[in-house]
């Protein structure tokens, strides 16, 4: 027994040096070969990771499988089945990478579920095993498999809820009080979109259905605060077309999250947007119901980010820039931001004059055990939250979902607020 722990720890410790290598290596080259390299250096880590997840379901499932003759084929349908689930999970990205159109295939709809499985089943596992740990010489062992049982059949529960959750989609009301916003615009409405993951899992019908729901609710503007596509343009330029149906009557924005930039293909997507009726705002401002020219006098600016990973990876001459995108506002009217991370709306409150940073990117956690650790590395979590008097920050839980079709305590959402005036 310590001979193999200590051989686990040594494979352990071989593979995160590895890992680290890698990385340094990843980070040293020019910008176009990074992005493919990176690519493939999540999938080793991923791939590894869910070999390794895989292995400790099939075992513990081992443990409660029927044994004897008379339940041999009952026990072998069953051990097909979850080898068939486990590989499926564990090349749902690969899949994701090669099989991309307009609609996702069924067998990328598949993986996604299978690796969904695999995720909530090492979560159950793992409390189970934590919880026979501390209970040790107090859970009789005669106990141990019901225990396990008890894991695997949380695990069923956190399945279904996922997928009754991320059919749930919210259309949430917030009304805002803008300081300095023009007695004019009182009632102007406002539609978020955020992390619609347009690509391998999400495609052409669900962009439809959401921008169906948004022409419903008659906004003012839509602004779309990245995490758009995960895929590039050559790939997904049908799946977008929906978005030309888009009918608010000031236009519809853009901003860029994280993943516009690992389909490394995100010049591309800036160029291809105006085609479908989107402007994409990269580090640029524009001036709403008003005009430039006299100060955006009665009006109200819109500013889009590019986002803050592009400082921690150069994605070659893109970079968030606040200055660039802040600076030289006339002063008293008040400005929204398109800002994709919270960690991004950090900064962009400190600006004079700003009034609301839109975000998204951290999709409520979307999924146990991914919540808490999500709410644990980021500033603001989901919703609304206030970080100065008159200041205000909100955090979309995301229009659809990413890698996985399953969520838990926030289902997806379209955000519609109502600017009213404030002194």
Same mark, same amino acid.
């Given at each position: 027994?310590?001979?193999?722990?200590?051989?686990?720890?040594? #494979?352990?410790?071989?593979?995160?040096?590895?890992? +680290? =290598? @890698?990385?340094?290596?990843?980070?040293?080259?020019? $910008?176009?070969?990074?992005?493919? *390299?990176?690519?493939?250096?999540?999938?080793?880590?991923?791939?590894?990771? #869910?070999?390794?997840?895989?292995?400790?379901?099939?075992?513990?499932?081992?443990?409660?499988?029927?044994?004897?003759?008379?339940?041999?084929?009952?026990?072998?349908?069953?051990?097909?089945?979850? *080898?068939?689930? %486990?590989? %499926?999970?564990? #090349?749902?990205?690969?899949?994701?990478?090669?099989?991309?159109?307009?609609?996702?295939?069924?067998?990328? =709809?598949? $993986?996604?579920?299978?690796?969904?499985?695999?995720?909530?089943?090492?979560?159950?596992?793992?409390?189970?095993? /934590?919880?026979?740990? =501390?209970?040790?010489?107090?859970?009789?062992?005669?106990?141990?498999?019901?225990?396990?049982?008890?894991?695997?059949?949380?695990? +069923?529960?956190?399945?279904?809820?996922?997928?009754?959750?991320?059919?749930?989609?919210?259309?949430? !009301? @917030?009304?805002?009080?803008?300081?300095?916003?023009?007695?004019?615009?009182?009632?102007?409405?406002?539609?978020?979109?955020?992390?619609?993951? /347009?690509?391998?899992?999400?495609?052409?019908?669900?962009?439809?259905? %959401?921008?169906?729901?948004?022409?419903? #609710?008659?906004?003012?503007?839509?602004?779309?605060?990245?995490?758009?596509?995960?895929?590039?343009?050559?790939?997904?330029?049908?799946?977008?077309?929906?978005?030309?149906?888009?009918?608010?009557? !000031?236009?519809?924005?853009?901003?860029?999250?994280?993943?516009?930039?690992?389909?490394?293909?995100?010049?591309?997507?800036?160029?291809? %947007?105006?085609?479908?009726? =989107?402007?994409?705002?990269?580090?640029?401002?524009?001036?709403?119901?008003?005009?430039?020219?006299?100060?955006?006098?009665?009006?109200?600016?819109? *500013?889009?980010?590019?986002?803050?990973?592009?400082?921690? @990876?150069?994605?070659?001459?893109? $970079?968030?820039? /606040?200055?660039?995108?802040? $600076?030289?506002?006339?002063?008293?009217?008040?400005?929204?931001?398109?800002?994709?991370?919270?960690?991004?709306?950090?900064?962009?409150?400190?600006?004079?004059?700003?009034?609301?940073?839109?975000?998204?990117?951290? !999709? *409520?956690?979307?999924?146990?055990?991914?919540?808490?650790?999500?709410?644990?590395?980021?500033?603001?979590?989901?919703?609304?939250?206030?970080?100065?008097?008159? @200041?205000?920050?909100?955090?979309?839980?995301?229009?659809?979902?990413?890698?996985?079709?399953?969520?838990?305590?926030?289902?997806?959402?379209?955000?519609?607020?109502?600017?009213?005036?404030?002194?």
């Amino acid at each position: 027994m310590i001979e193999c722990s200590g051989r686990n720890a040594l #494979l352990s410790g071989v593979f995160i040096l590895v890992v +680290l =290598v @890698v990385e340094v290596w990843v980070f040293s080259l020019e $910008s176009n070969r990074r992005i493919k *390299a990176l690519r493939t250096h999540v999938f080793f880590i991923f791939g590894a990771v #869910l070999f390794v997840c895989s292995r400790y379901i099939w075992k513990r499932i081992s443990i409660l499988l029927p044994r004897g003759d008379r339940f041999w084929l009952c026990t072998w349908t069953l051990r097909f089945f979850l *080898a068939v689930s %486990l590989l %499926l999970g564990q #090349l749902c990205m690969i899949l994701g990478a090669l099989l991309v159109n307009k609609e996702p295939s069924y067998v990328n =709809v598949a $993986s996604g579920y299978c690796l969904g499985i695999i995720v909530f089943l090492t979560f159950c596992f793992v409390l189970v095993d /934590l919880l026979l740990l =501390v209970g040790r010489g107090v859970i009789p062992r005669s106990l141990r498999v019901h225990v396990t049982l008890a894991g695997f059949l949380l695990a +069923l529960v956190l399945t279904f809820s996922g997928l009754w959750y991320v059919s749930q989609v919210e259309v949430k !009301h @917030v009304t805002l009080p803008v300081k300095g916003l023009h007695p004019r615009l009182n009632g102007t409405t406002v539609v978020q979109l955020s992390d619609i993951h /347009l690509g391998p899992f999400n495609g052409k019908s669900a962009l439809n259905e %959401l921008v169906g729901r948004v022409n419903r #609710l008659k906004p003012d503007l839509v602004l779309i605060t990245g995490d758009l596509v995960d895929s590039t343009v050559s790939n997904l330029r049908e799946a977008v077309t929906p978005l030309r149906d888009l009918k608010p009557k !000031h236009g519809v924005y853009f901003s860029t999250g994280n993943h516009e930039y690992y389909t490394g293909d995100v010049d591309s997507w800036i160029e291809e %947007l105006p085609r479908h009726g =989107v402007t994409p705002l990269i580090n640029q401002r524009v001036c709403l119901f008003g005009e430039e020219k006299h100060g955006c006098s009665g009006g109200l600016y819109l *500013a889009g980010l590019e986002d803050i990973e592009t400082r921690r @990876v150069n994605y070659g001459a893109h $970079s968030m820039d /606040l200055h660039a995108a802040l $600076s030289g506002r006339a002063e008293g009217v008040p400005t929204i931001v398109m800002a994709h991370q919270p960690w991004a709306a950090v900064e962009a409150v400190m600006w004079e004059d700003v009034r609301l940073v839109l975000s998204g990117h951290t !999709h *409520a956690g979307q999924f146990l055990p991914m919540t808490g650790l999500v709410y644990l590395f980021n500033p603001f979590f989901a919703g609304l939250y206030q970080p100065q008097p008159g @200041v205000f920050v909100y955090v979309s839980a995301g229009s659809l979902y990413v890698l996985i079709p399953y969520r838990h305590f926030f289902g997806p959402e379209i955000t519609l607020f109502n600017l009213v005036s404030s002194v």
